[in-house]
């Protein structure tokens, strides 16, 4: 029997609430399924000296956390991962910028992470490496003489060649990729665009007449591996939490007004500037929304020390009060703009109480909380959701109003065209995206990877499943 570890920058301690992050949420489910190892940076800790790892042993998994250093932090996290990395991946050249010094320090910071991971394989291990922070991990653990399957997935989109080449070590960073056994990406979009890179750096013959990769004496399996939600448990969670004293008083509160609801991290990349436009022109053109909707914002703060998000954060709140100036009245306010988070039930129960889920990102690698609310939803008198084209989510929710997120009157329009939904077109369009999630859901996501895992390993290596899951 082999071991699952995964491995990502952060990871979430079952004793803290849940981090804001759809990679949480879904390694967490994964591990919860097979048990296992997590190992990663604590999260909210820094400027210790790394030493040996803290482990805590919680259902099955075990999770082994680092600390990071100040400078580390800085350089690895803020600056290569966050200001390199993140907006090259999401189409964000403006934000860029590279620096020799964060590189070096990317590259130590993974190095770090391999020798504290190294004392706590074991033999039989299947080591799935988690995003963009930790692309060299897997070189790294080659280096130190590491045999076992390595899989490596990425929650961000991948960029095509001619973005990719704008990183001055882009080839490196396509090389690294290579060291894993399989690579797996949100969507088939982005599976094309390392193809591209592939193709670019080694040649159209190291890609194989069955999609995998040959590299000098190397051959892995690049795929799509969408990741999903746990539809069982979100659909309880939010029952449960319906009858929660937070989304009571938000439900009272509404005094029989519309709601819609946005739930995203504040990050350029989730669009919540045009968002704002959209929903003022959505006013604008039909007036008669005016005292009959509340657009409930949730945007918990990420990532506060990058300059662009300090800035996102600044232009928001002007929006925001922008809007609430000019159109709220003695009893109404347009938008209710939080910047917290909450536990994940009480957003499953907010999204419920929903007749409108808006994500509009401007660009996104799946968008878990579009998964969310679909799976949140009354079957019996479904919320409709507005989804951007640009997200790895609209993928598989066609059913979804799919609208381009720099388009603020077709946003406004599709708002408009939720309210007034017939119900049996309600109930179509949520019956289609809810047999999509259950047939694709959080659990196949992380079987299908572990299965690609063992089939590299050859052996019978299969990971042991906790309970009836699996
Ligand atoms: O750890 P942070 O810097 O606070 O950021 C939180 C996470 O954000 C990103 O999430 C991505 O993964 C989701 C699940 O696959 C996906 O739905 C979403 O589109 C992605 O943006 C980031 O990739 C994670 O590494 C962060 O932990
Ligand atoms: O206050 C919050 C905000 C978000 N989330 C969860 O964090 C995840 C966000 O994932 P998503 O893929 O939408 O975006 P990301 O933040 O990973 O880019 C979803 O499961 C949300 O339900 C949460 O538990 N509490």
Redesign the pocket.
């Known amino acids: 029997m082999s071991r699952l570890v995964c491995v990502?920058?952060?990871i979430s301690l079952p004793r803290k609430s849940a981090?804001?992050?759809?990679?949480?949420?879904?390694v967490l489910s994964a591990l919860k399924r097979t048990g296992g190892l997590w190992f990663g940076w604590g999260?909210d800790t820094i400027g210790h000296e790394p030493g040996d790892p803290d482990q805590l042993i919680r259902d099955g998994v075990t999770y082994a956390t680092i600390d990071l250093r100040t400078r580390d932090f800085e350089l690895y996290?803020n600056g290569y991962?966050?200001q390199m990395l993140?907006p090259l991946f999401h189409y964000f050249l403006r934000g860029m910028r590279y620096s020799v010094e964060e590189r070096d320090a990317y590259e130590s910071v993974n190095r770090l992470f391999a020798q504290k991971l190294l004392p706590l394989l074991q033999e039989r291990d299947l080591i799935w490496v988690?995003?963009?922070?930790l692309i060299p991990l897997g070189r790294q653990l080659r280096e130190a003489g590491v045999r076992r399957p390595l899989g490596f997935f990425l929650?961000?989109p991948f960029p095509n060649i001619e973005m990719l080449r704008v990183l001055p070590t882009y080839a490196e960073l396509l090389r690294d990729l290579t060291h894993y056994d399989v690579v797996g990406f949100?969507t088939q979009n982005d599976l094309k665009a390392f193809y591209s890179g592939i193709e670019h750096l080694f040649g159209a013959e190291a890609i194989r007449s069955d999609g995998r990769i040959r590299v000098g004496d190397r051959v892995l399996r690049a795929d799509v591996f969408p990741?999903g939600v746990d539809v069982a448990s979100v659909q309880n969670e939010a029952v449960e939490a319906m009858s929660s004293d937070v989304v009571r008083r938000m439900y009272d509160s509404l005094m029989g007004r519309h709601l819609m609801v946005g739930v995203d991290?504040l990050?350029y990349?989730k669009g919540l500037p045009e968002r704002f436009s959209a929903y003022q022109h959505f006013l604008e053109t039909y007036p008669e929304n005016s005292g009959r909707i509340t657009y409930l914002q949730i945007a918990p703060l990420?990532?506060s020390d990058v300059k662009a998000y300090v800035e996102i954060r600044q232009a928001l709140e002007q929006a925001a009060g922008r809007t609430n100036g000019r159109f709220a009245d003695t009893d109404w306010t347009p938008i209710r703009y939080l910047n917290r988070n909450f536990p994940h039930s009480t957003l499953m129960g907010l999204l419920r109480s929903a007749h409108v889920g808006i994500v509009t990102?401007l660009r996104?690698?799946?968008?878990?909380v579009a998964k969310e609310f679909v799976a949140a939803q009354n079957a019996d008198d479904p919320g409709v959701l507005v989804l951007s084209t640009l997200?790895?989510?609209a993928r598989e929710l066609n059913s979804a109003l799919l609208v381009n997120p720099y388009d603020s009157r077709a946003v406004g329009h599709a708002i408009q065209a939720a309210l007034s939904m017939p119900l049996p077109e309600r109930r179509e369009r949520h019956a289609a995206m809810l047999q999509t999630l259950k047939r694709n859901d959080i659990a196949s996501w992380s079987r299908r990877f572990v299965e690609a895992l063992e089939k590299a390993d050859g052996t019978d290596t299969r990971v042991r499943a906790i309970g009836n899951g699996s």
């Open positions: 990502s920058n952060r981090a804001p992050g759809g990679l949480a949420v879904g999260g996290y991962s966050n993140w988690h995003d963009y922070h929650h961000i949100q990741i991290r990050d990349s990420s990532r990102p996104d690698g799946m968008n878990l997200a790895g989510a």
